[in-house]
């Protein structure tokens, strides 16, 4: 019986242990600098080891990428209502001193709705619920393995909140890197493609190191390129960055704005302006949004959470006007707007932001590419490329791998990118008219379940760019043959010069043969007499393509080939297609041309070319070289050649195996009964 009656009280005594323990509030501390931490301020990240940095590249996962969980703090720096948006999709990991707690919170998320389902716990001690100040950075290596970025918190009497990184790490089981570099998140912001931000408190917190060396150790420990270093326009006590500016995409930044009567009003300005003349990760200037802050609102103090984006508002007339200004910046993402928790009221330098940290989605399937935008040439088709970075190490199905583009105001198409090499992929929207606009998204899947989107909302913010004339255009691109008739007397095409300049052709092959077969063809008239040729504005140059020779085997299908020219602008072909069923139709009608013919490709050439020959019967044949005053420069070939199709490669060098300098040359061939004299072109 006394046995029965010590073990009660010792239940009933540890009931009240916890009890007491779930209540015990937690040590209140301000989101500045307490006077006594200024007084301890050399001892932040005194004891802090800092290890090997990732394996390079690293790539810093942005705040807009895809997320498993967000990481609080009990007791709340955020409404209830916050965590029941958060919970509908993804984790909630809360920070909880001991299972007491846990229980506490348990019941609390029951009785207010929150999916339990998704939420877990993190047993650690924690002096404050800045979680995004003290938590962790996430990072994939160069294998696409999932890390976190630990940090010296800048906050000298919170070891507990600097040690969450670790555990939150330890929990994961993913590894951590020690970057030792004084820091907080609320100063932080990158773009996941290699440009992050900070105030220069970064500098000042830091100074026995330069600012090369700062920018050195992101770059080390997160991929970071280009580390963007500016003064806080606000110049309040906290300094950070979070407080009037947001990426939001990785070429989109959100920044407050003030009317023209407040203090800070030119320094915002300023910093807005600097943000808008800055080339992001897209090749182009960022576009730079702005939310109405009159009364210092935290309205760019928000969280995005995968398709989400939850905004502090303040029970304010420009509440709506914020909510639309992300709406505007952001199609297709759900915005919504949270009043502050009474107890933990919103402040212009500590809002939802300040107080929620994402959890990178550890196995997340990322799309790396760089957007066409601006003006296109209309000429081509639209190359576009991409790296698949998949952290789950699921390979992805490579017929899911697809471009989404859409004409103007029509529907979507698809078509399929083409694996080359690893992990990257490229893909052709099809060339468009003058004029059109054209809007795209890319959209991959890997075996894990996962898939992706680029841009990461996919068709609400499709990429964009418009078609336009830049260069020489040929009309048609495509010259079919499909009949004799159009076989022999030939298909004309057009080059011609749609823009509001003269352009330079360069060069333009005046024949080829398909390499599978031996079918040639050549141009006629030749209508250049040197090389830069200007073809004026609404000029053309008009060419008929004419075959020399077909095959006689009979053949299934269609034969391409490609006729080759240059502008001063860049490269172009107009595809040559032949219908196989001509030669047998040839065969037939035993209409067998001479056979009898010279070419050579490449033309122009820089190292060595390849002449090839036909000749009707096995005869004694020369193959010589001239410049264009008739000297010979070199015998290529002489003796007795056989009937049919021969070779012989030049090196661009005379009779003394000098390299022959830049020109026009003719080669020629003579056997008993013909001889053939063509030009070719060395470029050095």
């Known amino acids: 019986m006394k046995k029965l009656y010590f073990l009660i009280c010792i239940i009933l005594i540890n009931s009240i242990i916890l009890k007491v323990q779930a209540q015990e509030p937690v040590k209140k501390l301000p989101h500045w600098l307490t006077p006594e931490e ?64 846990q229980n506490t919170v348990t019941q609390q998320y029951q009785a207010a709705g929150v999916n339990l389902s998704h939420c877990d716990f993190l047993i650690a001690p924690s002096d404050s619920y800045w979680t995004r100040d003290y938590g962790p950075w996430f990072e994939s290596d160069s294998l696409n393995h999932i890390g976190i970025v630990d940090f010296p918190y800048n906050r000298p009497s919170r070891p507990n909140d600097d040690n969450i990184p670790g555990k939150v790490a330890t929990m994961l089981g993913v590894p951590l890197y020690g970057m030792d570099l004084i820091h907080t998140g609320g100063n ?23 600012h090369v060396q700062v920018a050195q150790k992101v770059h ?57 003349s800055q080339v992001c990760s897209y090749g182009y200037n960022y576009r730079v949004f702005r939310v109405n802050t009159p009364d210092d609102q935290p309205y760019t103090n928000s969280v995005i959470l995968n398709n989400k ?53 550890l196995g997340q399937l990322y799309i790396k590419h760089i957007p066409l935008s601006g003006n296109q040439p209309a000429q081509d088709n639209f190359l576009v490329q991409a790296d698949l970075i998949r952290c789950s190490d699921s390979a992805a199905w490579n017929d899911s791998v697809l ?39 890319l959209y991959a899947a890997d075996k894990s379940g996962r898939h992706a989107t680029a841009p990461f909302i996919g068709p609400a913010d499709p990429f964009t760019f418009t078609a336009v004339y830049t260069d020489l255009t040929a009309i048609p691109d495509t010259i079919r043959f499909n009949t004799l008739d159009e076989f022999y007397n030939g298909k004309i095409t057009r080059i011609h ?41 609404g000029d053309s ?58 070419s050579n490709y490449p033309n122009p050439f820089a190292g060595i070319t390849t002449i090839k020959f036909s000749i009707n019967h096995q005869s004694m044949t020369k193959l010589e070289i001239f410049d264009l005053d008739g000297r010979k420069i070199r015998t290529l070939a002489e003796g007795l050649y056989p009937a049919g199709n021969n070779k012989v490669d030049w090196d661009g ?32």
């Open 309 to 361: 984006v939850l905004v502090p508002i303040m029970n304010s007339t420009w509440d709506d006007s914020a909510l639309a200004a992300y709406r505007a910046a952001l199609p297709g993402y759900q915005v919504t707007g949270f009043l502050e928790n009474p107890s933990a009221p919103w402040e212009s330098t500590d809002a939802l932001h300040c107080r929620a940290m994402g959890i990178a989605d």
């Open 403 to 441: 471009i989404w583009y859409k004409v103007n105001n029509g529907q979507f198409s698809m078509t399929q990118m083409t694996r080359i090499a690893g992990d990257h992929y490229t893909g052709f929207i099809p060339k468009q008219p003058d004029g059109s606009t054209i809007k795209y998204y």
């Open 220 to 276: 080390d420990y997160l991929g970071i390129n280009n580390y963007m270093v500016v003064p806080d326009p606000n110049a309040t006590y906290i300094d950070h960055i979070d407080c009037w500016g947001k990426f939001l995409a990785p070429d989109k930044i959100l920044i407050r704005k003030v009317p023209s009567t407040h203090p800070r009003y030119s320094a915002i300005e300023a910093t807005a302006a600097y943000y808008a």
């Open 653 to 684: 060098t005379n009779e003394t195996g000098n390299k022959v300098p830049s020109g026009i040359y003719l080669y020629r061939i003579t056997t008993k009964d013909n001889t053939i004299t063509k030009r070719m072109v060395v470029i050095r």
């Open 541 to 598: 140059l008009s060419y008929r393509v004419i075959f020399l020779f077909p095959v006689v085997e009979s053949l299934e299908g269609y034969s391409i080939d490609t006729l080759n020219f240059t502008s001063e602008i860049g490269p172009h072909k107009v595809i040559i297609v032949v219908n196989d069923s001509i030669f047998t139709e040839i065969k037939k009608a035993g209409q067998l041309p001479d056979q009898f013919w010279l």
């Open 38 to 101: 200024k007084l301890h301020w050399n001892d932040v990240g005194k004891f802090f080891v800092e290890t090997d940095p990732p394996l390079s590249p690293a790539r810093n996962v942005a705040e807009f990428d895809q997320m498993q969980g967000v990481l609080i703090a009990y007791p709340f720096g955020i409404p209830m209502t916050v965590i029941e948006e958060m919970a509908n999709d993804i984790t909630v990991t809360t920070i909880v001193a001991n299972l007491a707690q």
């Open 188 to 210: 932080y912001m990158t773009d996941g493609m290699g440009i992050s931000s900070s105030t220069d408190l970064v500098w000042t917190e830091n100074p026995t190191l330069t």
């Open 497 to 537: 010069n749609y823009t509001s300049s003269g352009i330079d052709l360069n060069y333009i092959q005046n024949e080829g043969f398909f390499y599978n077969l031996p079918i040639g063809w050549t141009i006629e008239p030749d209508l250049v007499p040197s090389y830069p040729y200007m073809i004026n504005s």
